[in-house]
């Protein structure tokens, strides 16, 4: 029996959502991703065309799954934020401004050799790769910058800190932990939690404020009833001194 070419129906090619590896080695790596997640969403909470993603699957061929990476934490400029499954280049038509990885021993080929020529070939503009262990890395932080299709090696600043361009952030290490400062008020990136921890705490300070005020105002309005009151009993008194010495 013949069968007609319209029989055939071709299957849909399916992204996969996960690659089947953990979001990090330790703890401590995991902290890392999950700080760099949340104090660049926080910071970036109101631009509306900037979309911060962490270990999120991202393709970057169209009809081949496997052609694909997933960055710890990277941002996107000139996109929308809303929540994605996975990151599909040929739709987003936007490449990550700047990626971070969080490294370790078992990941270094892979950190700065496979990943790095992709991020690079992509169009990457700034890769940061954070050795939080020290296991390999020295120093244990090291950024890129990409120059004509070449990544070319971050040169710290006299405090020995990286800063990014992109992003207008300061990269540092207190005490081996990776903290992000902005560059121009200096003030340190928080996490979701602390960010809101800091706007409750403002805004009780706040509160205690214009309680404080209230209570001035209302101990100033009582001071001027108790000046009036005490006036108009001096002037009662005067009155009735007067009518005394008028009745000698």
């Known amino acids: 029996m013949a069968i007609s070419a319209a029989t055939f129906v071709m299957s849909p090619i399916i992204y996969p959502e996960h690659d089947g590896k953990p979001m990090g080695e330790t703890d401590v790596h995991i902290d890392a991703i999950i700080y760099l997640r949340e104090a660049l969403q926080d910071h970036f909470r109101q631009a509306p065309d900037v979309y911060v993603a962490g270990n999120l699957l991202m393709y970057y061929e169209e009809n081949n799954p496997a052609a694909s990476i ?14 994605r499954r996975t990151y599909k280049l040929w739709e987003e038509d936007q490449p990550p401004a700047v990626v971070f990885e969080v490294t370790s021993r078992s990941s270094r080929l892979e950190d700065t050799g496979t990943k790095r020529a992709v991020y690079a070939m992509l169009g ?114 005067r009155a009735v001194l007067e009518g005394r010495q008028g009745e000698a």
């Not at 100033?220 to 006036?231: C, G, L, N, Y």
């Open 70 to 83: 997933a960055p710890d934490v990277f941002v996107v400029q000139g996109v929308s934020k809303h929540q």
């Open 124 to 237: 990457v503009q700034e890769y940061f790769v954070y050795d939080p262990l020290g296991e390999y890395l020295r120093p244990a932080l090291q950024g890129y910058r990409l120059q004509e299709g070449e990544y070319q090696r971050l040169q710290p600043t006299s405090a020995g800190h990286l800063v990014s361009q992109v992003l207008g952030l300061e990269l540092r290490l207190e005490d081996r932990h990776l903290r992000l400062f902005n560059v121009t008020t200096g003030e340190r990136l928080l996490t979701h939690e602390e960010a809101q921890d800091e706007r409750q705490s403002a805004q009780a300070q706040v509160a205690q404020a214009e309680a404080r005020a209230v209570e001035a105002e209302e101990r100033a309005a009582q001071a001027e009833v108790r000046a009036v009151e005490a006036e108009a009993e001096l002037q009662r008194l």
